[in-house]
């Protein structure tokens, strides 16, 4: 072989090596890509924005979880602690004056929705039905709703209006979390008694529902609620899921 061939012969063996090495490293890479899997702490939370109505909020996509309750159950209260942020939703002092649907991102495409109390008195009937109209409206329509914590006084739990929408949630094959609020007003006796009477009504409806004590003032049962709240909200998600014409059947209509 000639000097000039057995060069060329080297380097065509040395690029051959190279391109083999490329392509290993390449498809060795895609391999060990970790999954896109998101790890959420609650305490990132970061206000949004406030709607009116949904048309005002984010995109459809991702992962919601919504807070509900009647007003004054304690929802804006276990907001912030279950965030660690004082002052994140505005404990309102006025039973029913949290009336827009207020967002807090958690992560990216990652939100907790804060939405309208219902079951207040004391306010003009008109903007009732309009505050109303916005939760129901959420409900039905929300595609990216994939969990609900539902807010109740550990002293008087599954109202109607709290029935409604956990029957609509079972309906729905909507997770709902339970949560009894300002359970350190109980003894803890009598706070376990409510817990299972709770648990013993709801479980008549078949359907991934969750109860769970709660206090504000104390932290009780926070760091269950969060570790629910997070599983929901770390799920794999696909947009662009058409919505299944039963979703639409039943509304939850509020007062
Ligand atoms: N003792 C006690 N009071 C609470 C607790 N959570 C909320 N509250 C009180 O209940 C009232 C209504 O709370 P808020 O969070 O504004 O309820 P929201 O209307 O559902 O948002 C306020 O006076 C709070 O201080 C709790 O865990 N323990
Ligand atoms: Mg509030």
């Not at 529902?209 to 760091?223: C, D, H, N």
């Amino acid at each position: 072989m000639s000097k000039k061939n057995y060069k060329f012969t080297v380097l065509c063996i040395f690029l051959i090596i190279k391109v083999k090495e490329k392509r290993y490293n390449d498809e060795n890479f895609t391999r060990v890509k970790p999954l896109s899997s998101t790890k959420i702490h609650l305490t990132k939370a970061a206000f949004t924005i406030s709607a009116p109505d949904i048309r005002r909020l984010p995109a459809d996509s991702g992962i919601e979880v919504a807070f509900a309750g009647r007003s004054n159950a304690g929802k804006s209260s276990a907001l912030n602690t279950l965030t660690n942020q004082r002052g994140l939703a505005r404990i309102s002092k006025t039973p029913g004056r949290t009336q827009l649907i207020n967002v807090f991102e958690v992560a990216e495409n990652r939100r907790l929705v804060d939405l309208p109390g219902y079951g207040f008195a004391q306010v003009p009937l008109a903007m009732k039905k309009k505050w109303q109209k916005a939760l129901g409206e959420y409900l039905e329509k929300r595609q990216c709703l994939k969990g609900i914590v539902v807010l109740m006084d550990i002293r008087h739990p599954l109202k109607d209006l709290d029935m409604d929408l956990i029957q609509w949630a079972a309906d729905s094959d909507l997770p709902v979390l339970a949560l009894l609020t300002k359970c350190d007003k109980l003894s803890q006796g009598k706070r376990s008694a409510e817990v299972l009477a709770v648990k013993k009504a709801l479980s008549t409806l078949n359907a991934d529902i969750k109860v769970q004590a709660f206090s504000s003032l104390k932290y009780t049962g926070k760091e269950q609620a969060d570790a629910i709240i997070c599983g929901w909200l770390e799920q794999e998600v696909q947009d662009g899921e058409l919505p299944e014409e039963d979703d639409f059947d039943d509304s939850f209509e509020g007062e």
